[in-house]
């Protein structure tokens, strides 16, 4: 029995490494939203500790019904704080290393869930 969609999905990541991800074909060096429904939007955030609860609730806008977020090379969990309003509208938040995140958000979105991947792309050499 086939569990999955029959419908083709578009903003995929088709690659990723130190300090990138490859969406659709284009390599993306600095951080980003990508969502599966509309693509690669705008997340200045370029480390960690730059994060705040404006980062996350900023996400309330395209009403997903998953966040995966993406924390950089190691795992990192956001602060309560941060996430509040989306647990508050039942928005699920998903945390994990980038790499992870890349495969799970692929994952998601094929299932025509709408979904947004918050990734923390940092530049190699940031701690």
């Given amino acids: 029995m086939d569990f999955q969609s029959d419908t083709a999905f578009q903003h995929r990541?088709?690659?990723?490494?130190?300090?990138?991800?490859?969406?659709?074909?284009e390599r993306q060096n600095s951080?980003?939203?990508?969502?599966?429904k509309t693509g690669i939007l705008s997340w200045p955030y370029p480390r960690f500790d730059t994060l705040d609860e404006q980062a996350f609730?900023?996400?309330?806008?395209y009403r997903p019904?998953?966040?995966?977020?993406?924390?950089?090379?190691?795992?990192r969990f956001p602060r309560p704080t941060w996430i509040k309003a989306l647990i508050q509208q039942q928005i699920g938040v998903e945390t994990m290393d980038l790499y992870a995140a890349c495969r799970t958000y692929n994952i998601l979105a094929?299932?025509?869930?709408?979904?947004?991947?918050?990734?923390?792309?940092?530049?190699?050499d940031t701690p």
């Fill in 31 to 36: 951080s980003l939203l990508l969502s599966s």
């Fill in 65 to 75: 019904q998953i966040i995966v977020f993406g924390s950089g090379s190691q795992l």
């Fill in 110 to 124: 094929s299932e025509g869930r709408n979904t947004i991947f918050a990734a923390l792309i940092e530049s190699p």
């Fill in 13 to 25: 990541i088709t690659a990723y490494g130190p300090g990138w991800i490859e969406v659709d074909g």
């Fill in 57 to 61: 609730s900023q996400l309330l806008q």
